[in-house]
Nanobody, 115 residues
């Protein structure tokens, strides 16, 4: 089993920055992909960014150039640096770890961007 705990959400004005952190505990494998999803009110959960053990990253088009995902394999942590935040970035951000067809989820952290 894997447990994921997010931190770093909050309220920020448009144009500001936030850094999300996620600590994973349990058995973490080199094939695990870690990432962040978000869910805005009334919308489906969507992938924001993901990173492999080797550092290969993938971003949603809406956050490219503004968000940066990184991973510390020694500490089993993943981070999401969010810059130039927009009101449409508002939502609950979930840390996730994907292992084959199985996904583990954190409890989520709220990010609110005011205009």
């Amino acid at each position: 089993q894997v447990q994921l705990v997010e931190s770093g959400g909050g309220l920020v004005q448009a144009g500001g920055s936030l850094r999300l952190s996620c600590a994973a505990s349990g058995s973490i494998f080199r094939t695990d992909v870690m990432g962040w999803f978000r869910q805005a009110p009334g919308k489906q959960r969507e992938l924001v960014a993901s990173v492999s053990f080797g550092g290969t990253t993938n971003y949603a088009g809406s956050v490219k150039g503004r968000f940066t995902i990184s991973r510390d394999n020694a500490k089993n942590m993943v981070f999401l640096q969010m810059n130039v935040l927009k009101p449409e970035d508002t939502g609950v951000y979930y840390c996730t770890l994907a292992r084959g067809s199985v996904s583990f989820w954190g409890q989520g952290t709220q990010v609110t961007v005011s205009s």
